[in-house]
């Protein structure tokens, strides 16, 4: 019996398909004769017993192979925001990487529209092989979070965080207060009337302004923008009095001078930012992250799950991707799935009780 699947295996190989039997009827007589043998030796086997015992045979027969040949065509990595934007970037220094480890070409598809849902919907019509993946990031909880998505967590697959963008409190030039206490004390005293300027109504900026905003016992007025970048642009005009926005879109405004950075969200100071103090050194407990990473379709097979995990994790050992973390101001943070998944749903959860809060 062993011996003819092994023929079967072999001989599908040696004429180019995918490393299993390349139809059923390949299987006919491997199922006849470990049905005959059972017979022989008197064994008493219900039928549906018979078929999970055919269906363990086939799997593990084939999984191996189809993990070991994977991937045998390219590899779609969808994004959902506008070439050039923070997520096309990583998902195209990802591509280049992932190409390199695989020898297939990645390639990366633009599906913009819909804050993203576009792109989710044309993931989830793609069969769950791993052969379509997305570049995703934090504001993937801001649409998750939302009553009408038009998806469950449960219909995705985390396959790995890759990198960590801290956020930063940032100010005109010419604003009165030049560091974070100074700011806190102003606002205290002026409750509501400073503005601050950032991505969305609601959106994890949002929300790591609000936890600052609470820690700080202080109150302002959110003016949302559709981008971290409008928002950047109005607190360098004097429109805003803050913007809450990453570092990384800040140092030529900074350089011109015609802002400032109060502080950063970061664990510890940024090399690009050396005196800029964190949250934390000012006293106030707040350690806060925007994460990009990838994600499939729910179902991937675990074999092709563990090819994708280990080749990114390889792909961020790179020089290539140190240089880039280097140039946008953003850390490395390799994350497994099962710890992904698990910071996605956390993410919603703070989405959801701060538009209680806010009453959103």
Not at 33 to 48: K, V
Not at 97 to 108: A, K, M, S, W, Y
Not at 198 to 203: I, K
Request: charged content about 20%; proline content about 7%.
């Amino acid at each position: 019996m062993y011996n003819l699947l092994t023929k079967k295996i072999s001989r599908s190989r040696a004429s180019g398909s995918p490393g299993f039997i390349s139809t059923f009827a390949d299987w006919i007589p491997a199922c006849a004769g470990m049905t005959l043998l059972i017979i022989r030796r008197g064994m008493h086997i219900a039928p549906q017993q018979l078929l999970a015992v055919l269906a363990g045979a086939y799997l593990c027969c084939v999984w191996p192979a189809f993990a070991q040949e994977f991937p045998s065509k390219p590899i779609t990595i969808l994004c959902w925001s506008e070439p050039g934007s923070p997520v096309d970037y990583y998902a195209r220094i990802m591509s280049r990487l992932l190409t390199r480890e695989f020898g297939q070409n990645v390639v990366v598809e633009n599906r913009t529209g819909a804050d993203g849902v576009i792109a989710v919907n044309q993931l989830l019509k793609q069969p769950a092989d791993g052969y379509t993946l997305l570049a995703n990031t934090t504001s993937l909880a801001t649409l998750a979070s939302e009553p009408t998505a038009p998806f469950k967590t449960d219909d995705l697959q985390m396959i790995a965080r890759s990198q960590l963008d801290p956020y930063g409190l940032v100010v005109p030039a010419s604003i009165p207060f030049k560091t974070i206490d100074e700011l806190v004390k102003y606002a205290r005293a002026n409750p509501g009337k400073i503005t601050v300027g950032g991505v969305f109504q609601m959106s994890a900026h949002r929300v790591a302004w609000e936890v600052f905003a609470e820690t700080a016992k202080i109150k302002a007025e959110w003016v949302a923008y559709k981008g971290g970048g409008p928002a950047l642009t109005a607190v360098a005009g004097g429109h805003v009095d803050i913007a809450a926005t990453n570092p990384g879109n800040v140092k030529p405004f900074v350089a011109s001078g015609k802002v400032r950075v109060l502080a950063i969200s970061a664990e510890r100071r940024l090399a690009d930012f050396p005196d800029v103090p964190t949250y934390k050194e000012r006293g106030w407990n707040v350690v806060r992250y925007q994460w990009r990473g990838m994600m499939g379709r729910a179902g991937l097979p675990k074999p092709v799950l563990d090819r994708l995990i280990a080749a990114m994790q390889k792909a961020q050992q790179a020089p290539e991707w140190k240089q880039y973390l280097e140039q946008v101001t953003q850390l490395d943070g390799f994350m497994g799935p099962a710890e992904f998944h698990a910071l996605l749903l956390k993410d919603i959860a703070e989405l959801q009780a701060t538009k209680k809060k806010l009453g959103l």
